[in-house]
């Protein structure tokens, strides 16, 4: 059974950089033909996509992200990390890792982690 | 962007009723890549419908999806106590990929 687990610091400062990880259990990072996922909701917002990354380094980010976004991934501990720099209180939100299948020239999200809730404050 | 709504924004009905929940795109979503997700307070939210209609592995054959262009549907044929949950559609056909605002489904 595949899982994915977030991890990183629940409050950040302002202006600071936020470093979240994703721990993929019951499967492998490096399996072909999936690209893994970041995904989040800000309070009363709806879900935004961040961005994707293959195990091979590729990346697509959100052009509303793009700036600030870097995404890369660590296949010897199956695990891939989101980058957010410059941070505003707009970014607090509910940051979910998840597991997209390659559909064409498309993606689809098939598997989520929890969600894990990060708080920009000072 | 393509926005998505969703509509309505809650919906109250009863166990063994039929739940009919909308999602309008503001633009064609491309060769009908819609998706349906279903979340419950705690949990991650679960694929159920992918491709506009077609259900994910495991989903029960009481959720059903259907539309193409821009307006998309899903139904619950019979409600389980287990199915009210908040729902949310997602366009993957352009990136950047968008979630409608999601529908909650509560029990009346």
């Known amino acids: 059974q595949l899982q994915l687990q977030e991890s990183g610091p629940g409050l950040v400062k302002p202006s600071e950089t936020l470093s979240l990880t994703c721990t993929v259990s019951?499967?492998?990072?490096?399996?072909?033909?999936?690209?893994w996922t970041w995904v989040r909701r800000p309070p009363g917002k709806r879900l935004e996509w961040i961005g994707i990354?293959?195990?091979?380094?590729?990346?697509y980010y959100n052009p509303s992200l793009k700036s600030r976004v870097v995404m890369s991934v660590d296949t010897s501990k199956d695990q891939f990390s989101l980058n957010l720099s410059s941070l505003t209180a707009a970014d607090t939100a509910v940051y979910y890792c998840?597991?997209?299948?390659?559909?064409?020239?498309?993606?689809?999200?098939?598997?989520w982690g929890q969600g894990t809730l990060v708080t920009v404050s000072s | 962007d393509i926005v998505l709504t969703q509509s309505p924004g809650t919906l109250s009905l009863s166990p063994g009723e039929r739940a009919t929940l909308s999602c309008r795109a503001s633009q064609s979503v491309s060769n009908n890549y819609l998706a349906w997700y279903q979340q419950k307070p705690g949990q991650a939210p679960r694929l159920l419908i992918y491709?506009?209609?077609s259900r994910a592995t495991g989903i029960p054959d009481r959720f059903s999806g259907s539309g193409s262009g821009t307006d998309f549907t899903l139904s619950i044929s019979r409600l389980e106590p287990e199915d009210f949950a908040v729902y949310y559609c997602?366009?993957?056909?352009?990136?950047?990929?968008?979630f409608g605002q999601g529908t909650k489904l509560e029990i009346k």
């Open positions: 990354i293959h195990y091979s380094g590729g990346t």
């Open positions: 491709g506009a209609s």
């Open positions: 997602q366009q993957y056909g352009g990136s950047p990929y968008t």
């Open positions: 998840a597991r997209a299948v390659q559909v064409t020239s498309s993606s689809l999200i098939n598997y």
């Open positions: 019951g499967g492998s990072i490096s399996s072909g033909g999936y690209w």
